[in-house]
């Protein structure tokens, strides 16, 4: 059974920095295409950044390019999003989601596997 579980989320300040984690079980994240969404109250859910299965293209929304970084590390099969500059419009619920068939990472439907969320609020 594949389980993703996010965490990292917390309350910051604007100009501050979180790193979010999304820890994987049932499937091998190096096997995958692995992304993070968010989600703000009242918003369509959206996509933030995704890294590929052979870990060589990461892909990143334009609002969040230059301060955002994604990255795995294999040896704890656990994917990371490194996030700086923070802005109060960066306030979501984070969600950590896994494919191994794909034609665009960027859309949700894309993925079968979805972790629970953690929120970040940042405050301005």
């Known amino acids: 059974q594949v389980q993703l579980v996010e965490s990292g989320g917390g309350l910051v300040q604007a100009g501050g920095s979180l790193r979010l984690s999304c820890s994987a079980s049932g499937l091998t994240v190096s096997n995958y295409a692995m992304a993070w969404f968010r989600q703000a109250p009242g918003k369509e859910r959206e996509f933030v950044s995704a890294i590929n299965w052979h870990g060589a293209s990461r892909t990143y929304a334009d609002s969040v390019k230059g301060r955002f970084t994604i990255s795995r590390d294999d040896a704890k099969n656990t994917v990371h999003l490194q996030m700086n500059s923070l802005k109060p419009e960066d306030t979501s619920v984070y969600y950590c989601?896994?494919?191994?068939?794909?034609?665009?990472?960027?859309?949700?439907?894309?993925?079968?596997?979805w972790g629970q969320g953690t929120q970040v609020t940042v405050s301005s």
């Open positions: 989601a896994a494919t191994d068939f794909y034609s665009d990472l960027k859309r949700q439907h894309e993925y079968p596997h």
